[in-house]
């Protein structure tokens, strides 16, 4: 089947079958390499992207059925400017190996324009097999105080 997609601000043309999903869409067919697949059950969040301003797993959602623009950890930033949530964790150091990274980033933004008071609940269906946890509430409560209109 034939579909389009809007993916960080650019729309894509992609024949697919109908059980691609959407993170083997990305990585696959797009080379849109942030979204980890990690699991491929939805158990542990490297897949995480925004669909409509909305946190999925890429890994549980049939492509096919996205209808809203895809915002995926490289449409964040800027050749110029990190987004305030990648600034925040590169200033806390909230990575080590770096896998879990970008499904991270994406939740802690939603997490920060949600207005989101228990960060470690909301960011609790993202592994990281490092444990850099206390680093990571610590990016995303930086990013909270530096500009909660993200």
Not at 25 to 42: F, N, Q, S, W, Y
Not at 52 to 58: A, E, I, W
Not at 69 to 75: A, H, K, N
Not at 90 to 101: E, H, I, N, P, R
């Amino acid at each position: 089947m034939d579909i389009s997609l809007e993916i960080n601000g650019k729309t894509e043309h992609l024949s697919v079958d109908p059980g691609v999903t959407l993170l083997d869409a990305l990585r696959e067919r797009l080379d849109i390499t942030g979204p980890k697949k990690g699991c491929d059950r939805g158990q542990c969040g490297a897949c995480t992207v925004h669909v409509g301003g909305r946190t999925v797993l890429s890994c549980l959602t049939l492509v096919a059925t996205v209808k809203q623009p895809v915002t995926t950890v490289e449409g964040l930033s800027t050749p110029d400017r990190l987004h305030p949530v990648q600034q925040a964790f590169v200033d806390s150091d909230a990575l080590q190996c770096g896998f879990c990274t970008p499904g991270q980033i994406m939740s802690a933004v939603a997490a920060v324009r949600q207005g989101v008071e228990d960060v470690r609940e909301f960011m609790s269906g993202n592994i990281c097999r490092c444990a850099a946890y206390p680093n990571i509430v610590a990016a995303v409560e930086q990013a909270r105080q530096a500009d909660a209109s993200l």
